[in-house]
């Protein structure tokens, strides 16, 4: 996979120096180009974007700061849990063992790489199936992240890591034309999407996983403080 990793950064114009670089074009009310994508952003230029009353604008990152984890390895994390998750519809469980290297190999790209500042990328979906695994993925990255900044142990970073990687797999057992419905769920459908979480829970189980943090991951990723579902997006 051909990917670049995005090293931008959304300014506000106020803040600009003079010397940023735009990622975006930006056209005049009468439609004509101030700024392409590629050019500096020049005083006279800033001058102009307050004046159209333009707040924010993408710029690039001067320093480019290489990616905790790098798209091929997230491509590869995404296609051995698409892997683990496509068994489990078969065998009701998941080989925890292919997850555990998985989310490790995560997890030790984001602590060697932590420091100072930091990068994350995340990969383009592909196809609408394609979501599932790689939003997997993501948060486990994104969950190490936080857990880094926490201070929590590689203990609990580990489990951590696991949990983010397979908190939706109880999707493999939601029907393809609600998983994949490209319109917003009817109430019944929705109320089917919910269970997830609930197949999800007895997936782990069933793999005898049943440390309290991966098995509550699964079950409450969707569960707000008052104990209300988290919305209706099905993240
Ligand atoms: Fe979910």
């Not at 050019?39 to 604008?57: A, H, P, S, V, Y």
């Not at 990687?165 to 393809?176: E, F």
């Not at 769920?185 to 069933?206: D, N, Q």
């Amino acid at each position: 996979m051909d990917l670049e990793p995005m090293q931008a950064i959304l300014k506000s114009v106020e803040s600009l120096a003079g010397v940023e670089i735009s990622l975006e074009t930006v056209r005049n009310p009468d439609g004509t180009v101030l700024i392409k994508a590629g050019d500096k952003i020049t005083l006279d230029k800033i001058e102009q974007l307050k004046d159209n009353g333009l707040n924010r604008i993408w710029v690039k990152v001067e320093e480019v700061v290489p990616p905790l984890v790098e798209p091929e390895k997230i491509e590869q994390a995404k296609q051995e849990i698409q892997r683990v998750f496509r068994s489990a519809v078969e065998k009701f469980k998941i080989e925890s063992e292919q997850v555990w290297r998985v989310s490790q190999t995560v997890l030790s790209d984001i602590m060697s790489n932590y420091g100072e500042k930091i990068s994350l990328v995340f990969l383009v979906q592909q196809t609408d199936e394609d979501y599932t695994y790689t939003h997997e993925v993501h948060v486990s990255m994104i969950s190490s992240l936080v857990g880094m900044e926490l201070g929590l142990r590689v203990e609990q970073l580990s489990h951590l890591a696991f949990a983010a990687m397979v908190h939706d797999v109880g999707k493999v057992l939601i029907p393809r034309e609600i998983l994949l419905a490209p319109r917003r769920l009817t109430p019944e459908e929705f109320e089917v999407m919910k269970k997830h979480v609930a197949f999800g829970e007895r997936i782990v189980r069933k793999s005898g996983l049943n440390d309290d943090r991966v098995v509550s991951a699964v079950r409450d990723h969707h569960e707000k403080l008052d104990g209300r579902w988290l919305s209706r997006r099905f993240n």
